[in-house]
């Protein structure tokens, strides 16, 4: 693989069910792509985790991803209320999420955090009721 | 352990999957927050979970799960049975509880994995 491929995604607000179809849809192209299988993994977890967080807590957004032979770079970007306090959002178990999604096995506090983990990069951009960018990179060499 | 010495151990019926039922299984996990799943990566792990959203089993595909056994007697919509069908994901449904179910399993040998 020499070429850059880009793909990109749009995240619909407020339906919970179908959060994690653009993640499940780079995880089997990235398969395809002969990608090992742990860096596949960490691609998929951190996008599946921002995915989520962009359908709690940001009405969706769009999801910019571009593969290279050496790295893979997601961009997920809403038009939601921002994060107040980045370094609070990061701690484990800290969470703004409703009750209603703790129900549904999220809200635990652990979006960001996970996302740190398994990417090799992470960048946040946010400003209070303008939006917020995040740019995760994933190593594959 | 197989998937197979699962469902055995937990009487549990196939809701799909049953041409996958060799595969091994090295680590299990019991949980209802997705998102502390997905803080724990191991390779061929079975989950046990009381929850029955499409989310269980996003969550499993994107962790390479490969199985999900749903305690407590609990059956997922038909849709969510289709998503795992598709994904090549086991769906088990036992009637022991969490507690029961994740404590026959270690009794067993089956340990659970380790953040990474």
Redesign the interface.
């Known amino acids: 693989m020499t070429d850059t491929i880009k793909l990109k995604y749009i995240v619909s607000p407020d339906d919970f069910t179908r959060a994690g179809e653009a993640s499940s849809d780079v995880k089997g192209k990235l398969k395809k792509m002969g990608i090992p299988p742990e860096i596949v993994r960490k691609v998929a977890i951190a996008m599946y985790e921002g995915e989520i967080n962009m359908v709690i807590h940001a009405n969706g957004g769009t999801i910019d991803v571009e593969i290279t032979p050496s790295e893979i770079t997601m961009v997920l970007a809403d038009t939601g209320p921002g994060i107040k306090d980045i370094e609070q959002a990061m701690q484990e178990g800290f969470s703004t999420a409703p009750d209603n999604v703790r129900s549904l096995g999220f809200g635990a506090g652990m979006g960001l955090p996970n996302m740190k983990k398994y990417s090799d990069e992470m960048d946040i951009q946010t400003q209070i009721g303008v939006g917020t960018t995040v740019t995760m990179k994933v190593y594959i060499k | 352990m197989t998937v197979n010495d699962i469902k055995n151990y937990l009487e549990a019926t196939v809701l799909c999957g049953e041409e996958l039922l060799s595969h091994e299984v090295h680590t299990a996990c019991g949980c ?5 799943v ?2 724990f ?1 191991k390779d061929q792990s079975v989950l046990l ?1 009381g ?1 029955c ?4 089993i ?2 499993a ?4 799960i490969v199985c999900v056994v749903f305690v407590r007697g609990k059956v997922p919509d038909q849709s969510v049975i289709e998503l795992a069908c598709e ?1 090549g994901i086991v769906l088990l449904s036992s009637k022991m509880g969490m507690f029961k179910a994740c404590g026959i399993l270690y009794e067993k040998g089956l340990r659970g994995g380790v953040n990474s």
């Open positions: 209802d927050m997705m998102s502390d997905l803080a990566v979970t929850l959203n499409p989310q269980v996003r969550t595909e994107m962790m390479d994904r």
